[in-house]
Nanobody
Framework: VQLQASGGGLVQPGGSLRLSCAASGSIFGITAMGWYRQAPGKQRELVATIIRSGVTNYGDSVKGRFTISRDNAKNTVYLQMNSLKVEDTAVYLC?????????WGQGTLVTVSS
């Protein structure tokens, strides 16, 4: 499974960004996809997950501001991030779970700053 993340960048507080993560390769059997993030000096933190049934789960710090969705035809998940805060600054890491194994894409940097 290969995961290609995109969409990071610099945004002002209160702004929005949309991240994408496209899965390719041996994608049969993927049961969940989502995002973690890691800020300098902090532990990796769950951002959002969407499982095959469509059920979603969010980290407490992003609930009500971020929305995860997917396009099955494109094997892509999206993370719509609204009302961004300075503390959302981090490298966002896309992941997928397949038959109990985790796969990671490269990170995409999100910087929230005025």
């Amino acid at each position: 499974v290969q995961l290609q993340a995109s969409g990071g960048g610099l945004v002002q507080p209160g702004g929005s960004l949309r991240l994408s993560c496209a899965a390719s390769g041996s994608i049969f059997g993927i049961t969940a996809m989502g995002w973690y993030r890691q800020a300098p000096g902090k532990q990796r933190e769950l951002v959002a997950t969407i499982i095959r049934s469509g059920v979603t789960n969010y980290g407490d710090s992003v609930k009500g501001r971020f929305t995860i969705s997917r396009d099955n035809a494109k094997n892509t998940v999206y993370l719509q991030m609204n009302s961004l805060k300075v503390e959302d600054t981090a490298v966002y890491l896309c992941y997928a779970v397949k038959f109990g194994d985790s796969y990671w894409g490269q990170g995409t940097l999100v910087t929230v700053s005025s």
